[in-house]
């Protein structure tokens, strides 16, 4: 983890999936400073993994991404606070 935060830019996040239940490694703060997220997933295997893909299809699953130009980003921003994002909302650079 500490490792990970290191390298995401301010704002980032880190994420943990499929992890086993092992100690985080204490790490100084200034690495988290900066809006940088960390966040797990509970209780997900490789198996669990595997079991979803092979679902994926089926059920059907279908993302929804809107794309705004980096220069927009108060309006994504101000949109995603009003709940006027269906799906995610992605900056393009």
Partial sequence: ???????VSKGGSVVCAGIHMSDIPSFPYEILWGERVLRSVANLTRADGDEFLELAPAIPVRTEVETFPLE??????????????????????
Avoid at 1 to 7: E, G, Q
């Fill in 1 to 7: 983890m500490p490792v990970a935060l290191r390298h």
């Fill in 72 to 93: 927009a980003a108060n309006e994504a921003l101000d949109r995603l606070r009003r709940g006027a994002v269906r799906g995610a909302a992605v900056l393009i650079v």
